[in-house]
Nanobody, 123 residues
Framework: VQLQASGGGSVQAGGSLRLSCSAS????????LGWFRQAPGKEREFVAA????????SYGDFAKSRFTISRDAARSTVDLQMNSLKPEDSALYYC?????????????????WGQGTLVTVSS
């Protein structure tokens, strides 16, 4: 599976961004898809994931009230709508694919990583 993320950019605090990730190279429909992020000097952290059918989602605590993940089966894409952005949301955002389900833990095996797209939120 290959993943190509897009949609990053610069925005002021309180603004919104929509990230998109295009998946190819396999039976995308059997994978849970999601997003991680990593800020400079910080550990990588889980953002959100969505089940193969798109009916179930999970979020990191910081993302639950502000971010929404969705997927389009026909286009094999997964999107992350981010609202009310804060400077601490600034990071490189990676899309991921996993066969281990949408409830991501530190032990979850990730089958594919995208190249990352940069989000910068200014105060």
């Amino acid at each position: 599976v290959q993943l190509q993320a897009s949609g990053g950019g610069s925005v002021q605090a309180g603004g919104s961004l929509r990230l998109s990730c295009s998946a190819s190279g396999g039976r995308i429909s059997i994978y849970s898809l999601g997003w991680f992020r990593q800020a400079p000097g910080k550990e990588r952290e889980f953002v959100a994931a969505i089940s193969p059918t798109g009916t179930s989602t999970s979020y990191g605590d910081f993302a639950k009230s502000r971010f929404t993940i969705s997927r389009d089966a026909a286009r094999s894409t997964v999107d992350l709508q981010m609202n009310s952005l804060k400077p601490e949301d600034s990071a490189l955002y990676y899309c991921i694919a996993t066969l281990a389900g949408h409830r991501i833990t530190p032990m979850t095996a990730i089958d594919a990583w995208g190249q990352g797209t940069l989000v910068t939120v200014s105060s």
